[in-house]
C-alpha cells in the first residue's frame, strides 16, 4: 500500500503564491510518476502536472504552465506544488496521485494507482 499526504492548501488572494506538499509513504517503486490533479467546484478532475522519479522529467497542462512548478525530493519521498500568479479558477481541492513502476507521463486520473485525500485552494479575487 501507498499512502499520499497532502498539505500546504488554504485562502489566497488573486496574483499571490501558495505551496503545496505531498509526502508518499509505504510502498515504493523506482521508476514512478507523482502527479497533481485537481477538481473545482462542478468541474470533473483535472491533470496538473507529473513529474518522474528518479528521471526529473515534467508534464504540465496548458492552464498551468508558466505560473505552476512540480518538484520531487527522491529521498525524502515527496512532491511539491508552488502555484504563483493565482487566479479565482485556480481554485479547487487539488490532490496527489501516484503511478507505480512507470516512467512514462500520464494525463489520465484512471492511469493513477494511488490518491491522496486532497487539499482545498482557494483563491479569491
Known amino acids: 500500500q501507498v499512502q499520499l499526504v497532502e498539505s500546504g492548501g488554504g485562502l489566497v488572494q488573486a496574483g499571490g503564491s501558495r505551496r503545496l506538499s505531498c509526502a508518499a509513504s509505504?510502498?515504493?517503486?523506482?521508476?514512478?510518476?507523482m502527479a497533481w490533479f485537481r477538481q473545482g467546484p462542478g468541474k470533473e478532475r483535472e491533470f496538473v502536472a507529473a513529474?518522474?522519479?528518479?528521471?526529473?522529467?515534467?508534464a504540465y497542462s496548458d492552464s498551468v504552465k508558466g505560473r505552476f512548478t512540480i518538484s520531487r525530493d527522491n529521498a525524502r519521498n515527496t512532491v511539491a506544488l508552488q502555484m504563483n500568479s493565482l487566479k479565482p479558477e485556480d481554485t479547487a481541492v487539488y490532490y496527489c496521485?501516484?503511478?507505480?513502476?512507470?516512467?512514462?507521463?500520464?494525463?489520465?486520473?484512471?492511469?493513477?494507482?494511488?490518491w491522496g485525500q486532497g487539499t482545498q485552494v482557494t483563491v479569491s479575487a
Open positions: 496521485a501516484r503511478r507505480l513502476r512507470s516512467e512514462t507521463l500520464k494525463t489520465e486520473a484512471r492511469e493513477y494507482d494511488y
Open positions: 509505504g510502498r515504493t517503486s523506482s521508476p514512478d510518476v
Open positions: 513529474v518522474v522519479g528518479p528521471g526529473g522529467a515534467t
